[in-house]
C-alpha cells in the first residue's frame, strides 16, 4: 500500500514556464513534507519542505503547497530552468518513519 | 553541510555472494541511514546505523541480511548478504535527522545481481 503517491512518472516543461509537480498521501499523521531532487548517478538533494501547520513555504524559485483537507501537496518551479531536469521524490514523515514516493522525471524543454 | 561518499559507485555480484558498501562523511554526524531503491521503487529506508551499538531495522529489513557497523561517528558500512538478482537496487547512505528531517545522500551504490 502506497502511503505517498506521485502518479505521473514524467512530465515536460518549457523552459521559463511554471513546472507543477504533484504528490498524494493517504496518512493523516504525516506531520512534515519533504522534495528532493536527483540527478543521474548522484544521490538525492533537498529541495524544500513544509510542516503540517501551514500551507505555503517559499524558497526562491520554488513553492511548496499543502492542501491537507485533500492530502495533496505541490511543488511549482517557476520559472523553470534547464538544470531543473531531475527526478523529483516527494517524501512525507510521522514520527520516525519517512516514506518516499516513486519520483516524477521532470523534462525542460529548450 | 559535511560531505558524504560511497564506495564501490557500482557492482556487478554473482548469487549467493556477499558485498560490503562503505560510507564516508567528512565530518562527524550523529545520525546515519541505510537506503534501498529497487528499479522503478521509491526509496526504501533499511536501518538506521547507531554509532557503537546494533542497527535499527524497518519492518521487512534483518540484520542477517543486511549487516551494519557503525564503529564512529563518520563511517559507516552495509553488507548485502548471500545475494540474489531481487537485491539488484542502488543502495544510498545518508546523514541528518531525526528520521523525517532533512537527510544528506551520498551518490549511491548500484548494485546488479547475476
Known amino acids: 500500500d502506497q502511503q505517498v503517491k506521485q502518479n505521473s512518472p514524467s512530465l515536460s516543461v518549457q523552459e521559463g514556464r511554471i513546472s507543477i509537480l504533484n504528490c498524494d498521501y493517504t496518512?493523516?499523521?504525516?506531520?512534515?513534507f519533504l522534495w528532493y531532487k536527483k540527478y543521474p548517478a548522484e544521490g538525492p538533494t533537498f529541495l524544500i519542505s513544509?510542516?503540517?501547520?501551514?500551507d505555503k513555504n517559499e524558497d526562491g524559485r520554488f513553492t511548496v503547497f499543502l492542501n491537507k483537507s485533500a492530502k495533496h501537496l505541490s511543488l511549482h518551479i517557476v520559472p523553470s530552468q534547464p538544470g531543473d531536469s531531475a527526478v523529483y521524490f516527494c517524501?512525507?514523515?510521522?514520527?520516525?518513519?519517512?516514506?518516499f514516493g516513486k519520483g516524477t522525471r521532470l523534462h525542460i524543454l529548450p | 553541510s559535511a560531505v558524504i561518499s560511497q564506495k564501490p559507485s557500482r557492482d556487478i555480484c554473482q548469487r549467493g555472494t556477499s558485498l560490503t558498501i562503505q560510507c564516508q562523511v567528512d565530518?562527524?554526524?550523529?545520525?546515519m541511514f541505510w537506503y534501498r531503491q529497487q528499479p522503478g521503487q521509491s526509496l526504501t529506508l533499511i536501518a538506521t546505523a547507531n554509532q557503537g551499538s546494533e542497527a535499527t531495522y524497518e519492518s521487512g529489513f534483518v540484520i542477517d541480511k543486511f549487516p551494519i557497523s557503525r564503529p564512529n561517528l563518520t563511517f559507516s558500512t552495509l553488507t548485502v548478504s548471500n545475494m540474489s538478482p531481487e537485491d539488484s537496487s542502488i543502495y544510498l547512505c545518508?546523514?541528518?535527522?531525526?528520521?523525517?528531517?532533512?537527510?544528506?545522500f551520498g551518490p549511491g551504490t548500484r548494485l546488479t545481481v547475476l
Open positions: 496518512n493523516s499523521m504525516f506531520d512534515y
Open positions: 517524501a512525507a514523515s510521522a514520527l520516525d518513519k519517512i516514506i
Open positions: 565530518s562527524q554526524v550523529t545520525m
Open positions: 513544509i510542516s503540517s501547520i501551514k
Open positions: 545518508s546523514w541528518g535527522g531525526p528520521i523525517g528531517n532533512e537527510q544528506f
